[in-house]
């Protein structure tokens, strides 16, 4: 997020998307989809505008990913938070490292050991 907003968001902690799944698409990146009873676990921020923007351009809104809001919990709170989605549901292979970013993401904030065993599934 440094890299992308500087200074301008602040990280709120881990959240919970529920009735979604992570996967990997078929350019090897990761994205999210429907799946009832699944769950993605990730990181909130509140970020403003300008590193809207910048993320916006990074994810390649609207032209390769769309971006929307869902409803996601942290602890007890629940907070609306801007999701980038593939809109072609291809799986596909992670590119070389990128899992390993990912996974070393997920340890480091105490994501629950299922779904770190889920991610290690994707690599293919």
Known sequence: MKKRCGSGFKLLGTAVLEDHEFFVNYSGWASIRVCEGSRVYGLLFEIGEKCLASLDRYEGYPSIYNRFQEKTKSG?????????????????????????????????????EEYIKYLQSWKR
């Open 76 to 112: 007890d709170a629940e907070f609306d938070a801007w999701v980038y989605v593939d809109p072609t549901p291809r799986e596909g292979r992670p590119k070389g490292g990128y899992l390993e970013k990912i996974m070393r993401a997920a340890l480091a904030n105490n994501f629950p």
